[in-house]
């Protein structure tokens, strides 16, 4: 199984997306500080994630849901609820 995970810092509105096959130990190493991209906006709490068969799908629906159009979709559809969390 391959997957695709957003994590999030409300407070400092960032949205993290990301795709692994080994998502807790992946979780971890954000968690620990040990990912150059995310390490500046811990704490980051993993908001949600989608499991494909395969990689080519992760790696495709992760890089949809860094465009534009793929993170409106995302936001309004997936972590809607979410947004509640930081007082929006």
């Known amino acids: ?10 407070e400092k509105q960032y949205l993290y997306i990301g795709s692994t096959n080994q998502l807790k130990q992946r979780i ?9 991209a ?3 906006y811990m704490p980051l709490i ?7 068969n ?6 495709k ?3 949809y849901f860094k465009t534009g ?7 309004k559809r ?3 609820n979410e947004v509640t969390r930081s007082g929006t």
């Open 78 to 80: 997936i972590l809607q």
């Open 54 to 59: 395969s990689e080519s799908k992760a790696r």
């Open 28 to 36: 971890e190493k954000h968690k620990k500080g040990e990912c150059k």
């Open 61 to 63: 629906l992760e890089a």
């Open 1 to 10: 199984m391959h997957y695709v995970y957003c994590l999030e810092n409300a």
């Open 38 to 40: 995310t390490k500046p």
């Open 46 to 52: 993993l908001t949600a994630y989608v499991a494909v």
């Open 69 to 75: 159009s793929g993170k409106a979709i995302l936001k």
